[in-house]
């Protein structure tokens, strides 16, 4: 198990566009499972979509999508947060 987090205001995202944020995972691989979310979301958010992966070695991208139609979504200030699981 790797964990990381670290502070993120994401900026106003449109729909259907998205923001991304880089995290440093020591001994990330790529193709490992990651999991990530936002302390600012709530059930005001559905619309929004978290999601992440391994970019590169000891790299996790973490990517926020506005689902909604037509309308911006404004996160809040919080912590960005991601869990790597890897399989031997």
Excluded: C
């Amino acid at each position: 198990h790797i964990s990381n987090y670290s502070a993120w205001d994401p900026p106003p995202i449109a729909a259907g566009k998205f923001a991304t944020k880089t995290l440093m995972m020591r001994g990330a691989e790529p193709g490992d499972i990651v999991t990530a979310t936002h302390s600012s979301l709530g059930s005001q958010h559905l619309a929004l979509l978290v999601t992440a992966r391994v970019s590169t070695a000891d790299e996790v991208t973490v990517v926020v999508m506005n689902m909604a139609g037509g309308e911006i979504v404004d996160l809040d200030a919080g912590l960005v947060r991601a869990a790597i699981v890897q399989y031997i």
